[in-house]
């Protein structure tokens, strides 16, 4: 299994000299697993993935979308793969409750806003509604899916292949105590990806307008729930946009004081978990 990250801001893509190192695109994960691709949502960062897939050969992947705010889904219009006829490309995800999959991912690509139809796409695109604690295969691995706390709802996915696990849950929001469902999604992963926009100061308000009820989390959450669920890395991810390089890094140093396999995820990073050992590197 390998990871690498693409996008890992929250809320509204953030470019500019403050966060070059750490990376200014919204939410975008690739994970490899043997020849399995998935990606994890389409935020602006899934640009760039597409070209890079492109100079590999033809596509064939799973976007797994873990809610349809837009940040999470604004970069699909601009994968361009999605517009060739050799690519295979799956995409899963909820309803809203407002429309479904298809309409919500259609009503991005209309006029006045874009010019391009989701149903002119050239790509051999399916789409395939999940549901709660659905759990189901995709060529080599296997997804577990489980329904969060965020405004309009949110799933979270644990993907297992060959004895590793990853599990991505991103824009939740923590309880008083630790999250059962999402405990137990993430029983012994070896790595978890986790909401970790605001600080404890800022989240309660100590620090500016009180984030609670935005559906977001802390990086002491995060360390909370590893620590409880058995995990083997902690990745803090979706980093708020008004937060530079410095201010990441500082989030970084104060999670691994309190959980040590802790790491900030930035653009390029790479996770790869094979039988030897676990390791991480920017690639």
């Not at 489980?146 to 292949?161: D, M, S, T, W």
Request: glycine letters at 10%.
């Amino acid at each position: 299994m390998r990871i690498k990250f693409w996008g890992v801001r929250g809320s509204i893509a953030s470019p500019g000299p403050d966060t070059a190192d750490v990376g200014g695109n919204t939410s975008c994960v690739e994970v490899l697993c043997g020849t399995t691709r998935f990606i994890l949502d389409a935020g602006t960062g899934i640009r760039k993935l597409g070209e890079s897939l492109l100079a590999q050969g033809p596509v064939d992947a799973t976007l797994l979308l873990s809610h349809l705010h837009w940040d999470h889904i604004q970069g699909l219009p601009f994968f361009v793969p999605a517009y060739l006829p050799s690519t295979k490309l799956t995409i899963a995800g909820t309803a809203n409750g407002v429309m479904s999959l298809g309409d919500a991912l259609s009503h991005q690509m209309t006029a006045p806003v874009f010019p391009v139809r989701l149903d002119e796409l050239g790509a051999q695109l399916s789409l395939r509604e999940i549901k709660n604690g659905e759990k189901f295969d995709v060529g080599e691995a296997t997804v577990r899916v489980a329904k969060l706390n965020h405004p309009g709802g949110v799933q979270a996915y644990r993907i297992e292949h060959e004895g590793k696990v990853l599990v991505y849950a991103t824009d939740t929001e923590h309880y008083a105590c630790v999250d059962p469902t999402l405990r137990a999604l993430c029983e012994g992963a070896d790595v978890l990806i986790y909401d970790s926009q605001y600080t404890p100061d800022e989240y309660a308000g100590v620090t500016g307008r009180s984030k609670v009820g935005w559906g977001h989390s802390t990086y002491v959450a995060g360390c909370e729930l590893a620590k409880s669920a058995g995990v083997g890395q902690y990745v803090l991810f979706h980093h708020d946009p008004t937060r530079n390089d410095a201010a990441v890094i500082d989030l970084e140093r104060r999670a691994q004081q309190l959980f040590a396999p802790s790491i900030a995820a930035r653009e390029g990073l790479v996770i790869s978990l094979d039988d030897a050992a676990r390791s991480a590197w920017a690639a």
